[in-house]
């Protein structure tokens, strides 16, 4: 079991940025962001695994994952927010140990956080 805890929602004016912060129990490869507006299904926004990473087109430029392994800590820099931006933003946790398998797709992320509100205003 792999517990995820976010934190670094907030409100904030469009073309500012939030920094996201997902604390996790134990050490996995694969560590994503996913995110849901209302409304709408839930999309992959970034993944990372070891030192790769993917990110969701509509955030490429913006938006850069990372992670601190002494920590276990995994971060999502959310720069130029948009209002299509906001929504509920989840951590998750991929158990499968190959990049191949570490993809945007819910597929194979069998942990997730409670999640943490982004709002960006016009």
């Known amino acids: 079991q792999v517990q995820l805890v976010e934190s670094g929602g907030d409100s904030v004016q469009a073309g500012g940025s939030l920094r996201l912060s997902c604390a996790a129990s134990?050490?996995?490869?694969?560590m994503g962001w996913f995110r849901q507006a209302p409304g709408k299904e839930r999309e992959g926004v970034a993944v990372?695994?070891?030192?790769?990473?993917r990110y969701a087109d509509s955030v490429k430029g913006r938006f850069t994952i990372s992670k601190d392994y002494v920590k276990r800590s995994l971060f999502l820099e959310m720069n130029s927010l948009k209002p299509e931006d906001s929504a509920m933003y989840y951590c998750?946790?991929?158990?499968?140990?190959?990049?191949?398998?570490?993809?945007?797709?819910?597929?194979?992320?069998?942990?997730w956080g409670q999640g943490t509100q982004v709002t960006v205003s016009s």
């Open positions: 998750a946790a991929n158990t499968r140990s190959a990049w191949s398998g570490c993809t945007l797709a819910e597929v194979g992320f069998d942990y």
């Open positions: 134990g050490s996995v490869y694969c």
């Open positions: 990372m695994g070891g030192v790769n990473t």
